[in-house]
C-alpha cells in the first residue's frame, strides 16, 4: 500500500508540473482561503487576549463595590430611607456577614490642590485609602513603605505617590520630601512602581492610573475637607468605592450574591451603589468572543470553500483530458484504487502547498493589519494547524468525486476515446 501511495504521488507530481499555469491557479483559491482564516483567526485571538488582560488586571478574585452619582430627587429618596452611601459600617457588615469574603480596601476619592515645597503645582489624582489597598491591587513600591495601620490611628500626614508624580517632582519626588495639599504638608513616604497598561479599556469601569496617584491615609481627608470650600460640599464621610477580596475564585459569584443581598437590607433598597465582578465581565468576554471566533471562522471557510470547488473543476477538466491516459493504466494493470489514489494525491498535494503558501502570507497579513489598523493580533499554534487541516480536507473532499469517477472508467471505452 505505501508502495502503491508513494507512486501515486509521483505520478501526481509530474501531472501537476505538465499543468503548471492550471495548477497554480487551482492552489490561487486554497491560499486565499487559508489566508483569510489565519488572518480572522489571529485577530480574533488577539481582540481575545487584550480583553482577558484588561479584565484580568481588576482581579478574577475581586469585587468592587462603587459609590453611584444620585440625582437631587435621587438623593432625597435615599435620605428619606435612611440611605448614606457607602460607608465604612458596611465593610465591617460584609466582613462579618459574608464567609468567603478575605478582605476589603477603602478609598475615598478627594478634589485638592497638590503643590511640592519647590511650588511645582500639578494636578495628580488624590485617593485616601485603607493600607491593604496596595496588596489587594498587587502594586508595588520602587522605594520606601505603603501606608499602614499606624499611619491611620496616629493621622500621620504621609503619602506614597506613583510613578508619574515622583518623575514629574524631579529630586523632590523623594523619600522623606513634602507635598503640599491644601494647606497640610505631607511626606512621601514611598514611591510606587511603574504600572503599564493599555490606554484603551473594554470594561465597564475604568482602572484607576496609579502612576498619576497620591495615596493618603484613610481618615485624612477630614483635614483636607476643613480648608477646601469645594470639598465642604461633599460628604466626606462616604466612600467612593470598595475593593473585596474573596478567598477564591470559585466562590466569588456566591459571595457577589451575599454582598448584593447584604448592602440592600443596609441601604434599604436605595441603589446608590454599584457592584462589578470582574469574573462575570470575564465570562461575557470569553462567551461573546467564542461567538466573534464562529461568526469569523464561518466567513473564513467561505473562502476555503470556493477554493475547494475550483479544484473539482480543475480535477473533472483534468479526468475529462486523461480519459486515454486512464484506459492505458488500467489496460496495463492499474486498479480502481490506483486510479482514485494518483487524483487524490493530486488533490493533495495542490492543497497542501496551498495551505503552506496561505499559512505564510496569513502569518504576514496578521503582521500587516497590527501594523497598520493598530489592532492586537495573535498568531497562535491552532490558527496555524487548523487552516492547514481544513485546507487538506477540504481539497481532500472535493477531490474525491473525480477520483472515484476516473476509477469507475471503462477501460475499453477509455481506450476508445480520442
Not at 328 to 348: C, H, M, N, P
Request: glycine letters at 8%; proline letters at 2%.
Amino acid at each position: 500500500m505505501i508502495v502503491e501511495t508513494a507512486e501515486a504521488v509521483k505520478i501526481a507530481g509530474r501531472s501537476l508540473m505538465q499543468h503548471k499555469l492550471r495548477s497554480g491557479l487551482s492552489v490561487l483559491g486554497v491560499v486565499c482561503g487559508v489566508m483569510a482564516v489565519l488572518a480572522m483567526i489571529a485577530v480574533g485571538e488577539g481582540a481575545k487576549e487584550k480583553t482577558l488582560k484588561q479584565i484580568g488586571e481588576l482581579g478574577i478574585r475581586n469585587i468592587f463595590i462603587k459609590a453611584v452619582s444620585l440625582s437631587d430627587e435621587q438623593i432625597q429618596i435615599a435620605r428619606e430611607r435612611l440611605s448614606d452611601g457607602l460607608r465604612i459600617f458596611d465593610r465591617e457588615r460584609i466582613l462579618s456577614i459574608v464567609p468567603d469574603v478575605d478582605d476589603i480596601a477603602c478609598l475615598i476619592e478627594i478634589r485638592a490642590a497638590v503643590i511640592s515645597t519647590a511650588h511645582i503645582e500639578f494636578s495628580p489624582q488624590i485617593v485616601a485609602c485603607s493600607p491593604n489597598y496596595a496588596a489587594i491591587q498587587r502594586f508595588h513600591l520602587s522605594q520606601g513603605r505603603f501606608l499602614n495601620d499606624q499611619d491611620i490611628s496616629g493621622n500621620h500626614l504621609v503619602c506614597a505617590i506613583g510613578a508619574d508624580v515622583a518623575r514629574q517632582l524631579g529630586i523632590n519626588g523623594q523619600i522623606g520630601n513634602f507635598l503640599r495639599i491644601e494647606n497640610e504638608l505631607f511626606k512621601i513616604i514611598g514611591v510606587l512602581d511603574r504600572y503599564y497598561r493599555d490606554k484603551e479599556t473594554v470594561t465597564t469601569m475604568a482602572i484607576r492610573n496609579i502612576n498619576e496617584m497620591v495615596l493618603i491615609p484613610l481618615g485624612a481627608e477630614t483635614l483636607l475637607a476643613s480648608s477646601n470650600e469645594v470639598q465642604k460640599e461633599y460628604d466626606i464621610c462616604a466612600l467612593t468605592e470598595m475593593i473585596v477580596l474573596i478567598k477564591s475564585a470559585e466562590t466569588v459569584f456566591r459571595a457577589g450574591e451575599v454582598i448584593k443581598r447584604t448592602l440592600d437590607l443596609s441601604h434599604n433598597g436605595v441603589k446608590d451603589y454599584q457592584i462589578i465582578i470582574p469574573l462575570e465581565l470575564l465570562r461575557q468576554a470569553q462567551r461573546t468572543q467564542r461567538i466573534f471566533n464562529l461568526v469569523l471562522g464561518a466567513i473564513a471557510a467561505i473562502s476555503l470553500l470556493v477554493g475547494g470547488i475550483g479544484i473539482m473543476n480543475i480535477m473533472l477538466a483534468s479526468v475529462s483530458e486523461r480519459t486515454k491516459e486512464i484506459g492505458i493504466r488500467r489496460a496495463l494493470g492499474a486498479t480502481r484504487l490506483d486510479i482514485t489514489l494518483q487524483f487524490l494525491a493530486e488533490a493533495f498535494m495542490m492543497t497542501l502547498m496551498g495551505g503552506c503558501i496561505g499559512i505564510v502570507t496569513g502569518i504576514a497579513n496578521a503582521y500587516i493589519i497590527s501594523q497598520i489598523a493598530g489592532w492586537n493580533t495573535s498568531v497562535t499554534f491552532s490558527a496555524i494547524f487548523l487552516p492547514l487541516v481544513m485546507s487538506i480536507s477540504v481539497g481532500l473532499f472535493f477531490g474525491l468525486y473525480p477520483a472515484v469517477k476516473a476509477a469507475k472508467m471503462d477501460p475499453i471505452k477509455a481506450l476508445r476515446t480520442e
